[in-house]
């Protein structure tokens, strides 16, 4: 294995226990509220971010499931809103940012997409326009293991986010 790839399993694994470690930190917080508070970005709120492993597994599942919840209602209302999917693979990390915004056609939802690799020091940009925004229930939800489905965005296609 080279040493380029050594250096990029560590780093991934130092951020990985980083956010473990907050995670148990702040679920062991004495503080705990059950309305749902999204931090105001200029005009636009920040729901907050979903953070998935190498392996597809979700940090902090409570937090995710808070962020998908907060994401939800704000689309329903047509309010501005977005929501931070940040997902870590072999040689990179992918985030991508959803945001729900009224206009004079209705409610846009959009999915603007940062793809880094370091060890090709690539850095590539993408936004797509997604259709709609689904809220997975019941069977569905048991089959795709989905709580939100973001439908038709561009050439990703749908794109299904769970926080739990």
């Known amino acids: 294995m080279s040493r380029n790839k050594l250096i990029l ?3 991934g694994a130092i951020f990985i226990l980083m956010f473990l470690i907050i995670s148990v930190k702040s679920c062991g917080s004495s ?7 999204p931090i105001a970005q200029g005009s636009k709120k920040l729901c907050g971010n979903i953070i998935l492993t ?18 939800w209602q704000a689309y329903q209302q047509c309010h501005s809103a977005s929501l931070v999917l940040t997902a870590y693979t072999i040689d ?25 690799i370091p060890s090709k020091n690539l850095v590539s940009h993408y936004t797509n326009t997604c259709d709609r925004v689904l ?30």
Do not use: P, W
Not at 142 to 148: E, M, N, S, Y
């Open 9 to 11: 399993y560590a780093i």
């Open 31 to 37: 503080k705990h509220t059950s309305t749902l508070q």
């Open 54 to 71: 190498i392996g597809g597994t979700t940090l902090n599942m409570i937090n995710a499931q808070h962020v998908e919840k907060c994401f």
């Open 92 to 116: 990179g990390i992918t985030t991508r940012t959803f945001s729900t915004e009224n206009q004079k056609n209705g409610c846009i939802v959009s999915d603007a997409q940062q793809v880094s």
């Open 135 to 164: 809220n997975i229930t019941s069977g569905l939800r048991v089959i795709t293991g989905a709580d939100l489905r973001f439908v038709n965005c561009g050439n990703d296609g749908t794109i299904d986010i769970t926080g739990s």
